[in-house]
């Protein structure tokens, strides 16, 4: 399994970002896929999830903000980050589960910062 994280960047406060995460597969194989971000000294936390069945969980943090979706076609999960705040600042991973098994893309950088 691959995911191939990407579109992370510099962006102002109050601006958006998308993170696409393309998989290997065919994603309707994966039970789960999501975001997570981790900040220095901080453990990695959940962002947003979307279940194969379309189910989504959002941190509370982000939610109203961010919108996870999907693209068979494409094999993609998006991120849609809108209204960012300093404190989203963060490196982003992608992560899907197969099997019980769970994996992790590279990672992106976001940085919200005027």
């Known amino acids: 399994v691959q995911l191939q994280a990407s579109g992370g960047g510099l962006v102002q406060p109050g601006g958006s970002l998308r993170l696409p995460c393309a998989a290997s597969g065919t994603i309707a194989s994966f039970a789960r896929m999501g975001w997570y971000r981790q900040t220095r000294g901080k453990q990695r936390e959940l962002v947003a999830t979307i279940t194969t069945g379309g189910s989504t969980n959002y941190a509370d943090s982000v939610k109203g903000r961010f919108t996870i979706s999907r693209d068979s076609a494409k094999n993609t999960v998006y991120l849609q980050m809108n209204s960012l705040k300093l404190e989203d600042t963060a490196v982003y991973y992608c992560?899907?589960?197969?099997w019980g098994m769970g994996y992790w893309g590279k990672r992106t950088q976001v940085t919200v910062s005027s």
């Open positions: 992560y899907a589960e197969k």
